[in-house]
């Protein structure tokens, strides 16, 4: 949304970050979708859904790895965490995604490549990379198998680079919750009708 010439963008409360998508998603219905311990398209334990209220590219590697923003509501876990969470579905099989966990994890030498098994104490914790950034120090990665995936505070291997975990995120909230949002002064004109009543 433009108005005098200052770019207001709305945001819908929570998203967690997917990687190659497949399939669609019926937003304007809010679709529900399930959440999934294993990052597959089959198999595994439901242990949650959510409400799909947007999709957003977000990241990653061009066309090969990209990664997008799953907008949802609703969210709620019959089982688990939110790290347990490995994929999301739908239950037509008309659509799923791998969930991707967000690391600050910034390297000093290497890089972590899309494909990588990056892991902690010999594979205590492990996940699979979706895409790196470099420059920012961002890593991209989903769950690999049942033994978890990396915290903050680890320091993870993968086959040419170390890093530590300083931080890590997977379902994120926005600091605007739902669809209202700020507008700048100069875009609120009057609350006032033509006939000098509040029109509110």
Known sequence: MIQDKRTLKTSWGQYIM???PLGTLNIQARE??????I???TGGTQIGTAKVIGLDYFTGDGTA????KLYISDLALTGGSYDDIGSVRLASANFNAKVVHEYVAPVSAGTFNAGDLVSFNSGVRT????FYNT???LLYAHRDAAAGTPKSGDTIVGPSATAQVQQKQIVVT????GLVFNLPNS????LKDALNNYDM
Not at 32 to 37: F, T
Not at 65 to 68: E, F, W
Not at 174 to 177: E, F, H, K, P, Q
Not at 187 to 190: H, I, L, M, R, V
């Open 18 to 20: 997917v990687a190659n």
């Open 32 to 37: 529900i979708i399930q959440l999934w311990n």
């Open 39 to 41: 990052s597959s398209s």
């Open 65 to 68: 790895n990209p990664i997008y």
């Open 127 to 130: 996940a699979r990379v979706s």
């Open 135 to 137: 420059s920012l120090g």
């Open 174 to 177: 926005t600091s605007s919750n």
């Open 187 to 190: 875009a609120t004109k009057t």
